[in-house]
């Protein structure tokens, strides 16, 4: 088998998981394509120093070439969504809405990942630390742009966490109601909307009581 097929097969799962939320999916699309494309310019390179594709015949790229061997390495892990990696991150976001939305599509989902990186493992293994061929040679490689992509997708995951807090908490003080001994504004009464759009009925209701209602009387009031 060629590696670049068994890779796209493999990395095909990030279009998966691009289908469902819409930060998280708009992340893992981007962490998703650095990684990708930062193991595909490895893998030209792993193909250039073993003279062929086959999988069967790459072999101990550590040894003959370190920086290869490191660079593939760290992009499968990379892109298998290991943490601190940005795609850790991204799926992990992705995963938490799926559960909340289908539980049962995300146990179908995480056990179909957990058997492709199985497979993706066990032929990257040989490829980095089995024994290299006899007349395998190191061969010019040019790695910076590689090494740009993995740090970008690093350096998102390392971001993201502190980023999503602050967003979080941001958004808690902005929906967060007056408490005892707070003063509720006597013009809006709390709505924190301006007069011109409380000015605004419909059916009787402004847009504040008609947000307090539950879901069940909102559906029957707009109905």
């Known amino acids: 088998m060629e590696v670049a097929r068994l890779l796209g097969s493999k990395l095909r799962k990030g279009d998966i998981l691009a289908l469902s939320g819409d930060f998280g999916a708009l992340l893992h699309m981007l962490v998703h394509s650095l990684t990708k494309s930062a193991i595909f310019v490895t893998v ?14 790459i072999r ?3 040894r003959t070439q370190p920086a290869v061997g490191w ?3 760290l992009g499968v892990a990379a892109i298998a969504g290991f943490p601190p990696f ?3 991150m991204s799926e992990f976001l992705l995963l938490t809405a799926t559960i909340q939305a289908a539980p049962w599509f995300a146990v179908a989902l995480l056990s179909g990942l957990a058997v492709a990186f199985a497979g993706l493992f066990r032929h990257l293994h040989p490829m980095v630390y089995g024994h290299p061929p006899e007349g395998q040679r190191p061969v010019p490689a040019n790695m910076v742009p590689v ?6 997708v690093l350096w998102l995951g390392l971001a993201i966490p502190g980023f999503d807090a602050e967003q979080s908490g941001e958004e808690g003080q902005w929906l967060e109601q007056p408490g005892e001994g707070q003063a509720i504004c006597g013009q809006c009464q709390g709505a924190r909307l301006k007069p011109q759009a409380l000015a605004v009925r419909f059916r009787g209701l402004d847009i504040a009581e008609l947000s307090r209602q539950s879901v069940e009387r909102a559906a029957a009031f707009l109905a």
């Open 44 to 57: 030209g390179h792993a193909a250039h120093i073993a003279g062929t594709q086959s999988i069967e015949q």
């Open 60 to 62: 101990g790229l550590i």
């Open 71 to 73: 660079s593939l390495l």
């Open 86 to 88: 940005g795609i850790f």
């Open 147 to 152: 090494a740009v992509h993995l740090g970008l």
